[in-house]
């Protein structure tokens, strides 16, 4: 997720779209969504802090409960290498897979490379490899993927997905894998090492390459055909979509329709989420303020988009959606930065799918 993206302002025309994409066709029906998903990175840390959540009845339950109860079947923690606040590094992940495996959730690991956020703007090498080359760099792809994944692996919650880097739109480990000049060579070699490793440690887990590129068929291609030219493998095509960064409805249709018959994969969508208010429960920012054309930012508003998100995807073809943070309320101590997590705020209150006062979007649903 990247906090910087451009709102992208949408017409008439686009509702009109959302709205015919929004209805399956029989003959589509049968694209069913089976991975229905929502990343939970932040949850471990609000739980820590004695958040509580509650269902639509006013019930206070497990957060994974009653997201399992609107129909998710599947968990994304990020990794990041070596944290300043240790939450969300792979101890701590690999200590809360055990409570997604338990609850009978499917397990994502979106392995960023960095020691805080990487996204289209930022994929900044960790500094225990701020000084390594390129070949180096490979064998620290390799080693460190390869680790988390056996570790996880022993305790018996092998993950059933690893992405291999995160919103990647330009590359990872800035500068050697960095996209530069049209040049694929570097991020070639890196993530071929990821993939290698994934598959060394489970055969049966699958690699996800993920980009940000669904506001654009020529920036999807340009990317997925560059890597594909150097010979890197992967088995699901990961994309980011938020409708005010990212444009209409008919951008994530033509994303995903192109990824799934341009590369014989399958399309997952593994970032998404929309705004029930645009007001802020605390003294940090709001990340997104922005609505799409014919929604306004109300609980009702963000049931229907989620849904017209999934009904998009499965039509156009792919197999799952995954909300962005559905349960990061805002709380003192579960701040955006990692390097500051008490003296920074929640820019995502206003889009988490429950309330300040931790109840659910009765409307929140995931359907296959």
């Not at 996880?152 to 995160?166: E, H, R, V």
């Amino acid at each position: 997720m990247n906090t910087r993206r451009r709102i992208t302002a949408m017409g008439i025309a686009t509702v009109l779209t959302a709205v015919a994409l929004a209805v399956p066709s029989p003959v589509q029906a049968a694209n069913s969504l089976s991975m229905l998903g929502g990343d939970l990175s932040s949850l471990q840390r609000s739980l820590d802090l004695g958040v509580k959540y509650y269902d639509a009845n006013g019930s206070q339950k497990h957060p994974l409960d009653i997201l399992k109860g609107a129909g998710m079947n599947y968990a994304r923690l990020r990794v990041w290498n070596n944290p300043a606040s240790g939450y969300n590094n792979a101890a701590k992940v690999t200590a809360y897979a055990k409570e997604v495996k338990a609850r009978g959730l499917k397990l994502m690991v979106d392995l960023h490379y960095s020691d805080t956020w990487a996204d289209p703007g930022n994929q900044w090498k960790p500094a225990a490899w701020a000084n390594h080359g390129i070949q180096q760099l490979q064998k620290d792809v390799y080693d460190y993927t390869y680790g988390v994944c056996t570790t996880l692996k022993a305790q018996g919650t092998t993950p059933d997905s690893i992405q291999i880097g995160n919103e990647i739109n330009v590359g990872m480990l800035w500068n050697e894998g960095k996209v530069a000049n049209n040049s694929f060579a570097n991020l070639g070699l890196l993530l071929k090492s990821g993939y290698n490793a994934v598959k060394a440690c489970s055969a049966s887990t699958q690699v996800i390459i993920h980009t940000a590129n669904s506001d654009s068929t020529a920036h999807l291609t340009w990317f997925y055909d560059g890597i594909r030219n150097q010979g890197v493998t992967w088995d699901i095509t990961g994309l980011s979509y938020y409708c005010f960064w990212h444009g209409g409805l008919d951008a994530l249709y033509s994303a995903v329709s192109t990824a799934r018959t341009r590369y014989g994969k399958p399309v997952v969508l593994v970032e998404t989420a929309y705004p029930f208010t645009t007001a802020n429960a605390d003294f940090q920012a709001n990340s997104a303020n922005g609505t799409c054309a014919g929604f306004d930012a109300s609980w009702t508003s963000q049931a229907t988009m989620f849904q017209y998100i999934q009904n998009t995807v499965r039509n156009a073809g792919g197999i799952g959606v995954f909300y962005w943070e559905p349960t990061w309320t805002a709380v003192q101590g579960n701040g955006w930065d990692p390097y500051n997590m008490n003296g920074t705020g929640d820019g995502w209150d206003n889009m988490a799918v429950f309330s300040w006062s931790g109840r659910v979007n009765p409307g929140i649903r995931w359907t296959p």
